[in-house]
């Protein structure tokens, strides 16, 4: 596909995640941050969160989602600053507009599906948010939508307290789904020749998720089946997590066949028994059987317990930490990385596909941009002179 530009208003990690896709497309991504006001730090809050990274306004939360991406300043709560905006989508042009504004400032800032397609009718807009645009007041914080998407209910053990999981998943599920919908909507494109507008709910994005528990709802359930289960799952067992010499694996029986062939080998053969040999069965034994493979495990090593339960083709693995991802051979060779301003290397992850393209493509992309470091290059691009230029910033509509 060809490269083609977003232009998106953005801030934290939901959508910066989402448009940081597009740039491993090769594509181009232009985001806008606000002018500074008051005595607050200029730009994204998320430029100034985490280590920093040579500059102040690089910190490590900012850079992983925001490499290989442009930056600009723009007063949008001016009208000035507006028709800049409208300016920079027919004139750059710009494909896709993006933005994680609340509903409710759609309009005033000049930001609407309306005001923007009128100048360029095959634009893609795409407004993300917690709950969608019936919902326009509504902030949104992955945290806060795990505990309200029954997430954090579902997570963490039995007879504790609701937990967060370990990464923002909600955040990266709603940026995962700007990515897909604006590739769906770039193939009706190409068939009509018209744009369109994408409204996506962070909650719901969370919500569709719930595949295996909302239906349960009807179809009749107990109640530990849609309540913390901590590492076990609901409905097989054993699955679980079980402790070695040097660490902890993961071992996942998904069926009565896996079970023969672990209770085939020697060291888990006491296990064995009629009422075992069904998973139904199991279950009535469920913390038994755990506290009976735990008496074997914690006698391995984790690497050589993988190995003797891979070999009966079983599904076990080694408890990871991230150091330890990276060194993954399957990931390490797929990183990506970038280099601060004094040329600190930076790994980042992978692209969640490898895609033929990629070989053609840079695996080292340029850092973050630092706040308003490319506003008065895309001005120029879009035609605006040096005394245009300098009146804005002198009223403040560029920073």
């Given at each position: 596909m060809e490269s083609l530009t977003v232009l998106s208003l953005e801030q934290a990690l939901s959508l910066s995640y989402g448009t940081q896709r597009f740039v491993q497309l090769g594509w181009r991504v232009i985001r806008i941050e606000a002018t500074p006001s008051g005595n607050r730090l200029p730009g994204d809050p998320n430029r100034y969160v985490g280590k920093e990274g040579d500059r102040p306004d690089l910190h490590s939360y900012f850079i992983g989602p925001n490499v290989g991406k442009e930056a600009i300043s723009l007063n949008l709560k001016d009208i000035r600053g507006q028709e800049i905006l409208r300016?920079?989508?027919?004139?750059?042009?710009?494909?896709?507009?993006a933005s994680n504004t609340l509903p409710k400032r759609y309009k005033e800032l000049g930001i609407d599906y309306e005001t923007l397609s009128a100048v360029n009718p095959?634009?893609?807009?795409?407004?993300?948010?917690?709950?969608?645009?019936?919902?326009p007041d509504a902030p949104g914080y992955d945290p806060a939508l795990q505990a309200m998407m029954g997430y954090m209910d579902l997570t963490g053990v039995p007879n504790g307290p609701p937990m967060l999981c370990g990464v923002p998943f909600v955040d990266l599920k709603a940026g995962d789904e700007v990515f897909a919908n604006v590739c769906l909507a770039l193939a009706e494109r190409a068939r009509t020749g018209k744009g369109t507008r994408i409204d996506i709910s962070m909650a719901q994005a969370a919500a569709s998720w719930l595949?295996?528990?909302?239906?349960?709802?009807?179809?009749?359930?107990?109640?530990?089946?849609?309540r913390r289960s901590g590492n076990e799952h609901r409905e097989f067992v054993p699955v679980n997590v079980y402790p070695t010499s040097d660490g902890y694996i993961y071992l996942a029986i998904g069926n009565d066949v896996q079970w023969a062939r672990l209770t085939s080998i020697e060291a888990f053969s006491s296990l064995a028994s009629p009422t075992r040999e069904t998973n139904q069965g199991r279950k009535q034994e469920r913390d038994s059987i755990h506290r009976e493979i735990e008496s074997v495990t914690h006698n391995y090593e984790a690497g050589a317990l993988v190995e003797l339960l891979g070999a009966k083709g079983l599904v076990a693995a080694p408890i990871h930490t991230v150091p330890q991802v990276i060194d993954f051979p399957p990931i390490r060779d797929a990183l990506l990385e970038t280099q601060t301003p004094s040329g600190n290397r930076v790994r980042l992850p992978p692209p969640s596909v490898e895609r033929e393209h990629l070989a053609?493509?840079?695996?080292?992309?340029?850092?973050?941009?630092?706040?308003?470091?490319?506003?008065?290059r895309v001005l120029k691009e879009a035609g605006f002179s040096h005394r245009?230029?300098?009146?804005?910033?002198?009223?403040?509509i560029i920073a």
């Amino acid at each position: 596909m060809e490269s083609l530009t977003v232009l998106s208003l953005e801030q934290a990690l939901s959508l910066s995640y989402g448009t940081q896709r597009f740039v491993q497309l090769g594509w181009r991504v232009i985001r806008i941050e606000a002018t500074p006001s008051g005595n607050r730090l200029p730009g994204d809050p998320n430029r100034y969160v985490g280590k920093e990274g040579d500059r102040p306004d690089l910190h490590s939360y900012f850079i992983g989602p925001n490499v290989g991406k442009e930056a600009i300043s723009l007063n949008l709560k001016d009208i000035r600053g507006q028709e800049i905006l409208r300016r920079l989508i027919a004139d750059l042009p710009v494909d896709i507009f993006a933005s994680n504004t609340l509903p409710k400032r759609y309009k005033e800032l000049g930001i609407d599906y309306e005001t923007l397609s009128a100048v360029n009718p095959g634009l893609i807009w795409v407004g993300l948010s917690a709950l969608g645009p019936d919902y326009p007041d509504a902030p949104g914080y992955d945290p806060a939508l795990q505990a309200m998407m029954g997430y954090m209910d579902l997570t963490g053990v039995p007879n504790g307290p609701p937990m967060l999981c370990g990464v923002p998943f909600v955040d990266l599920k709603a940026g995962d789904e700007v990515f897909a919908n604006v590739c769906l909507a770039l193939a009706e494109r190409a068939r009509t020749g018209k744009g369109t507008r994408i409204d996506i709910s962070m909650a719901q994005a969370a919500a569709s998720w719930l595949v295996t528990t909302i239906p349960l709802l009807d179809l009749g359930y107990v109640p530990h089946e849609i309540r913390r289960s901590g590492n076990e799952h609901r409905e097989f067992v054993p699955v679980n997590v079980y402790p070695t010499s040097d660490g902890y694996i993961y071992l996942a029986i998904g069926n009565d066949v896996q079970w023969a062939r672990l209770t085939s080998i020697e060291a888990f053969s006491s296990l064995a028994s009629p009422t075992r040999e069904t998973n139904q069965g199991r279950k009535q034994e469920r913390d038994s059987i755990h506290r009976e493979i735990e008496s074997v495990t914690h006698n391995y090593e984790a690497g050589a317990l993988v190995e003797l339960l891979g070999a009966k083709g079983l599904v076990a693995a080694p408890i990871h930490t991230v150091p330890q991802v990276i060194d993954f051979p399957p990931i390490r060779d797929a990183l990506l990385e970038t280099q601060t301003p004094s040329g600190n290397r930076v790994r980042l992850p992978p692209p969640s596909v490898e895609r033929e393209h990629l070989a053609s493509v840079e695996r080292r992309l340029p850092c973050a941009p630092t706040y308003n470091q490319n506003t008065e290059r895309v001005l120029k691009e879009a035609g605006f002179s040096h005394r245009e230029i300098a009146r804005l910033r002198q009223s403040a509509i560029i920073a």
